[in-house]
């Protein structure tokens, strides 16, 4: 059993970057996840570790350092919030398209524009759909508890590097300002020079000895057909994604009748609705996909000729829904309930929908 | 009395003919071939190829680096 | 065999070799225009590196402009960054591997222009990296719009009537600004459009790379360049042209030396 202790989802982001043997961060502040930087700082790594924490004089500036230090082949990661991601967008098409790994943190808040700081799932499209431009995809992870903000810092590296392709944690800002308990990771050493090596030791740019050719991190291709092999090679990445690395949780779903399909902090609240239904002899499930991107498609098709209904619980206008009714393709009612500008629906709140759009409708 | 006597090299296929070596000779050496290359540029060439003393101007103008100068001292 | 073909003979000969190509360089013909700066300077950075030998340590970053491609010929290892991000790339890499050197090659758009708040911050940091800032007044790459560094009156394609100040307001002097900074240790400003002035150049070049392997702060070598594609001109009226009007604005020398600024740790209490 690792370590116990009483923590905030951003200041975990901190903790497990460093003992996970993350070689750099680089950011910029915003509400709602500025302890990420303020908690490195804090513990000053780099006389521990040696993990660099920088802080850019902007969102846009720290994506692309970001984009240098990955193209070394360390293991580096950045944090913002919705406006900062906004800014990096170009930053994160250019990471993806020159196949770099990456860990990038998006503790959400409320928009369009300034919005408000209050917690918001309204980034779903942007984290999903790539964000930026060109054909590209994240791999996105939704937390729903401290302990998983904990964990998807390791697992996020383990699969940037699998992929070479850089991971969203899509968390909000209620995980992100949430207390709760956490059992940490021992400290793990950062990669040795002989495990870079080997691991990223084919394309890095660690400085071009005689034995190799040299190394070029870019993205930019003028022949055509190269570009779109470029692409395909991209595109198959995705797939395999989708056959390997769909992750997701179900409760009580085995006899549901109605599902409700939440990621993150809506989670943890139809949790209780499915609890306050299932006393009332509704037979309620939740589908939690933990990773968005890719998405659980497939559980979502095996069900739907089975069930009544999907009721997705978004905190903002109906944005996953649409992927539930694309995997569910016609086979049952998919509805969708949410709250915006930093409003979380109560339990009850979303149990009175679940009557309105599908039991009772 | 010690004299110095050069010449230099052209890579005629590498060469875009852009004169800046011909107008930096300091003893006008070079010009322009008639002839051009495989992509049409009039490559330079040593149109006075005993006036040449080796003083690498020309190469270290050369933007394409295509110019490889020799240098002699005779006596 | 004739009097001329047997003094050449004589003369070509490996132990008579004064010039030859750089190594560093690779066999690719260049993409830039017959008579372009780039190719020289590109030359210089490659000969720098080799003479150094730091060809095993050196990163390079290049910038979205005509010098995108400087990857396929300097043979070294290169990071291709988004338009103006350049030093912000160039300091992931230097902080994460502080042991190598560090450069970036930047245009006037991308330098100046969209990444005038990379620029200013690395410098500002003092990140240990070279900077090689090419001014050739305009945006080469793209067709020959108005750069930063445009000066006052001269026609481009987005100023096809000459740059008017109400309009365009004024070219922008960004070495002055970046000199000013307590985090540039060498600051210098050279041009290569004479065989005088390519080995000023060089000495500069090589100068910034030593020093930049101190860590003393940042080494920014401003090379004021040509670009006769988008001035529209031969390559030997550009060099004339780039004399005549760019180098009153522009004028050549060192504009800073000596390493970033010492300061004493101030004391939030007591
Ligand atoms: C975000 C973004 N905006 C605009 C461009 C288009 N663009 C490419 S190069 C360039 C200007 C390059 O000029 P400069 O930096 O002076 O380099 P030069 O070609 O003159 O060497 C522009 C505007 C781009 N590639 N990316
Ligand atoms: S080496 Fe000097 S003299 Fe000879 S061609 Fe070149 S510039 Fe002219
Ligand atoms: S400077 Fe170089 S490219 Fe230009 S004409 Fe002379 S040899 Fe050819
Ligand atoms: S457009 Fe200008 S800067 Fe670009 S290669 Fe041609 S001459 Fe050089
Ligand atoms: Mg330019």
């Known amino acids: 059993m690792g370590e116990l202790r009483l923590m905030k989802g951003n200041e975990v982001i901190a903790e497990a970057a460093i003992r996970c043997g993350c070689d750099g961060y680089f950011g910029y502040p915003i509400t709602p996840q500025s302890e990420v930087m303020e908690s490195l700082m804090a513990q000053r790594p780099w006389e521990t570790t040696g993990m660099v924490v920088l802080q850019a004089e902007s969102e846009i500036a720290s994506i692309h350092m970001v984009y240098g230090a990955a193209g070394c082949g360390k293991r580096v990661m950045t944090s913002s919030s919705s406006p900062g991601i906004s800014l990096m967008a170009e930053g994160i098409s250019y990471i993806a398209g020159s196949e770099l790994p990456c860990v990038i943190v998006n503790v959400q808040r409320g928009g369009p524009g300034l919005g408000t700081i209050q917690p918001s799932q309204a980034d779903y499209n942007q984290a999903t759909k790539g964000g930026g431009h060109g054909d590209y995809s994240l791999l996105v992870l939704a937390p729903s508890s401290v302990q998983e903000m904990n964990d998807f810092v390791g697992l996020g590296f383990e699969l940037a590097f699998k992929y070479r392709n850089p991971v969203m944690i899509l968390a909000d800002g209620v995980i992100g300002q949430m207390m709760e308990k956490v059992e940490l990771m021992d400290q793990q050493p950062r990669w040795s020079d002989q495990q870079l090596k080997e691991i990223t030791g084919s394309w890095a740019t660690s400085g071009k000895s005689k034995d190799r050719n040299k190394h070029v991190i870019t993205s930019l291709e003028m022949d055509s057909h190269i570009m779109e092999e470029n692409n395909l090679r991209l595109q198959a990445k995705y797939q395999r994604m989708k056959e390997e690395d769909v992750r997701y949780e179900l409760i009580d779903c085995e006899d549901a009748e109605y599902v409700l399909v939440a990621f993150g902090c809506a989670a943890r609240i139809c949790q209780k609705t499915v609890q306050l239904a299932r006393a009332k002899g509704y037979k309620v499930g939740l589908l939690r996909p933990i990773t968005l991107f890719p998405f659980p498609e497939r559980v979502i098709a095996e069900m739907a000729p089975k069930i009544k209904g999907f009721l997705t619980v978004e905190f903002n206008a109906g944005q996953m829904v649409n992927d ?10 998919v509805e969708y309930f949410g709250r915006m500008g930093g409003i979380l629906p109560s339990p009850d709140e979303v149990e009175k929908a679940l009557h309105q759009k599908l039991i009772g409708g | 009395m010690a004299k110095v006597i050069g010449a230099v090299v052209v890579d005629a296929e590498v060469c875009k003919g852009c004169n800046l070596c011909v107008v930096s000779c300091p003893t006008q050496t070079l010009g322009l071939n008639r ?10 060439y040593m149109e006075n190829p005993e006036s040449c003393i080796g003083c690498s101007n020309c ?3 050369c933007p394409d680096s295509c110019i490889t100068v020799y240098r002699l001292k005779v006596e | 065999m004739s009097e001329i073909a047997e003094r050449l003979k004589s003369i070509i000969r490996p132990e008579n070799q004064v010039y030859k190509k750089s190594s560093v360089l690779n066999d690719v013909t260049m993409h830039y225009c017959p008579g372009c700066s780039h190719g020289v300077v590109h030359k210089l950075i490659a000969d720098v590196i080799e003479e150094l030998g730091i060809q095993d340590q050196t990163i390079g970053v290049s910038p979205v402009g005509c010098a995108v491609f400087a990857y396929n010929y300097i043979d070294i290892d290169w990071s291709e960054a988004a338009h103006g991000r ?5 300091t992931g890499i230097k902080r994460i591997m502080p042991e190598k050197t560090v450069f970036t090659y930047q245009g006037d758009g991308d330098l100046a222009a969209i990444g005038t708040a990379e620029t200013m911050h690395a410098v500002n940091r003092g990140e240990n990296i070279v900077m090689i800032f090419i001014n050739n007044a305009i945006y080469g790459m793209t067709g020959g719009q108005m750069a930063p560094t445009t000066l006052l009156g001269q026609v481009t394609s987005t100023t096809p009537y000459g740059r008017n100040v109400d309009l365009n ?3 922008l002097k960004i070495t002055e600004l970046i000199a000013q900074l307590p985090g540039a240790a060498y600051v210098t400003r050279q041009s290569v459009h004479t065989a005088g002035a390519v080995r000023k150049a060089r ?7 030593e020093l930049s392997q101190k860590n003393i702060g940042t080494c920014f070598v401003e090379v004021v360049s040509t670009c006769n594609s988008g001035w529209k001109m031969t390559p030997v009226e550009s060099n004339d042209w780039m004399v005549k009007q760019m180098f009153p604005l522009f004028p050549l020398g060192d504009l800073k030396d000596g390493g970033k600024e010492a300061t004493e740790p101030f004391q939030m209490k007591g």
């Open chain 1, 324 to 333: 539930v009714k694309l995997a569910a393709n016609g086979q049952t009612k």
């Open chain 2, 35 to 44: 002839d051009v290359n495989s992509k049409g540029y009039h490559y330079s």
């Open chain 2, 59 to 61: 190469s270290s103008v």
């Open chain 3, 86 to 90: 350049a030093p912000a790339v160039a």
């Open chain 3, 169 to 171: 307001g004024y070219p």
């Open chain 3, 203 to 209: 000495k500069a070049i090589k100068k910034a790379f």
